[in-house]
């Protein structure tokens, strides 16, 4: 019964974050379209539940103004994400159909960060580390006796402030992400 499908993923994702620090004087600026691809694993545990892990390149976009508009910054961050989640299953919707709902967390681990502007830098130092929160749901298809198909939707709720060292001037200057992702992908 301990059988693991390992499968590929891809997700387009919507990154964002959020912004604040102790003077209220900056904002979050927006958010981009990045593209997430991976490997997962997911080994069974009953007919209905799964333990589900992979290994995924993650970025994401940090970006900020001051509330009066005079800095606006940009940053692109990069990471190794290792997510431990559960899967609860249902029984069949339709002929080889079956939906899931995901709840978990998981480690990310810097691997690249780059300002978009290097003249001017507020964020000098970033978290190496980031533990996010992990919710979805979707559907799977078993296409054949080895393949199955799924698509779905997901949040990820960064826990830990991005942010190590800012520059003087920005106070307790916090950085958590958050991301949106429509999730794709093929189990063998």
Known sequence: MAQ??????????ISSNR?????????N????????????????LSDTYFLSSGLMYLPKQVAFRNADGTVEEEYTIQYLQLPVTLKLFTNEL???????LQVGSGLEIKVFDEPGDPSFVTVEKFTPIDIPVILGAG????????????????YQRGLVNVVNEAATGFGDL???????????????
């Open 4 to 13: 693991v499908k390992l499968g590929l993923k891809l997700a387009p994702v």
């Open 19 to 27: 912004a604040k620090n102790d003077a209220q004087t900056v904002e």
């Open 29 to 44: 600026d927006g958010s981009k379209l990045k593209f997430s691809v991976g490997l997962i694993a997911d080994k069974t």
């Open 94 to 100: 339709a002929p080889d159909f079956k939906a899931y």
């Open 139 to 154: 559907i799977e298809y078993r296409a054949g006796i080895n393949t199955t198909l799924f698509g779905g939707f997901s």
């Open 174 to 188: 916090q950085l958590r992400s958050t991301i949106f992702s429509i999730d794709l992908g093929v189990k063998f």
